[in-house]
T-cell receptor, first 119, second 112 residues
Framework: EAQVTQNPRYLITVTGKKLTVTCSQN?????MSWYRQDPGLGLRQIYY???????DKGDVPEGYKVSRKEKRNFPLILESPSPNQTSLYFC??????????????????FGSGTQLSVL | GQQVMQIPQYQHVQEGEDFTTYCNSS?????IQWYKQRPGGHPVFLIQ?????EVKKQKRLTFQFGEAKKNSSLHITATQTTDVGTYFC????????????FGAGTRLAVHP
């Protein structure tokens, strides 16, 4: 089954304790991205990647790191989590990304989400 | 910077009533995508609109793209409890960026 898998589903941690949220897709997509969802703010992009070893900042990258060593995996790393990073996180992928304005088959496939609480 | 504004933020309706959410921008929108997120779930792609004035239908859902490509709407006819969730619009960021910009979403509650 084609899907984006992220783990864990729920995570409670304490300030300063490094954590990693994993994301994997089995659709051979080139484009992968991380979003955080907060009430009233919608989905804000953290980082995205167009290919292996190619990553770029989104709108809210501060306090986060990512890596793309393999095409299928795109982990999100919080080196020193803080309470303002408490949020619902989504990983997403698309076949080739959004550089081509009129591409009709470019859409995001989202993972199930990770609810993170930083105490 | 480029922003996509979505209204209303929240709406509750009686089952059977219609519902509309609007997506507006001060700049010309590229392609509008609509996603639905069920409570406790993840966003799921519904549709993409590309052309000025485009109208697409999916059963009771009607999607429109404004003639000037500065707004879009999603209209649900005769809502059902299965329509509950948050509806997001998203636009491709212009200027050579490889990303979507999401609206804040409209949360729909349907009372039976």
């Amino acid at each position: 089954e084609a899907q984006v898998t992220q783990n864990p589903r729920y995570l409670i941690t304490v300030t300063g304790k490094k954590l990693t949220v994993t994301c994997s897709q089995n659709m051979n997509h080139e484009y992968m991205s991380w979003y955080r969802q907060d009430p009233g703010l919608g989905l804000r992009q953290i980082y995205y990647s167009m290919n292996v070893e190619v990553t770029d900042k989104g709108d809210v990258p501060e306090g986060y790191k990512v890596s793309r060593k393999e095409k299928r995996n795109f982990p999100l790393i919080l080196e020193s989590p803080s309470p303002n990073q408490t949020s619902l996180y989504f990983c997403a992928s698309s076949p080739r990304g959004f550089l081509i304005a009129t591409a009709t088959n470019e859409k995001l496939f989202f993972g199930s989400g990770t609810q993170l609480s930083v105490l | 910077g480029q922003q996509v504004m979505q209204i209303p933020q929240y709406q509750h309706v009686q089952e059977g009533e219609d519902f509309t959410t609007y997506c507006n921008s001060s700049t010309t929108l590229s392609n509008i995508q609509w996603y639905k997120q069920r409570p406790g779930g993840h966003p799921v792609f519904l549709i993409q609109l590309v052309k000025s004035g485009e109208v697409k239908k999916q059963k009771r859902l009607t999607f429109q793209f404004g003639e000037a490509k500065k707004n879009s709407s999603l209209h649900i006819t005769a809502t059902q409890t299965t329509d509950v969730g948050t509806y997001f619009c998203a636009d491709k960021l212009s200027g050579g960026y490889n990303k979507l910009i999401f609206g804040a979403g409209t949360r729909l509650a349907v009372h039976p």
